[in-house]
């Protein structure tokens, strides 16, 4: 029983590390307005995996009544860890007078955006 339990929690700990890694992967290297504004995050893994737990355990203990008061606290955390280097202000930006496609693919595909977990 004990090895499923190392077993679970080593699963865990893999899945928070790639979690911080492909958030600070992506983060890291986006850039916009030809790298005058860049993103860095500085989240690190042991403290993702820290707070998620605290997250899961007092939501099981309170039956999930304080889940949304730490879902914000994690979500701020990951806030205070990411910043913007550049002006946003200094962005262009302009509307495209473009028509959107009228295809098959537009009606089956309008609405959907792309989804990124570990942002």
Sequence with gaps: MACYFLYLLAVIVVIYYLYVTLRNLFLNNLSLAND???????????????????VFML????????????????VGWLAQNTQVQGDLDSLELTNDEKPLENGPLMWISRGIMPYFPFI
Excluded: A, E
């Design 36 to 54: 005058t504004i860049c993103f860095r995050s500085s989240v690190t893994s042991h403290g993702m995996l820290w707070r998620s737990l605290v």
């Design 59 to 74: 939501s099981g203990v309170t039956l999930g009544l304080t889940y949304p008061w730490l879902k914000i606290w994690l």
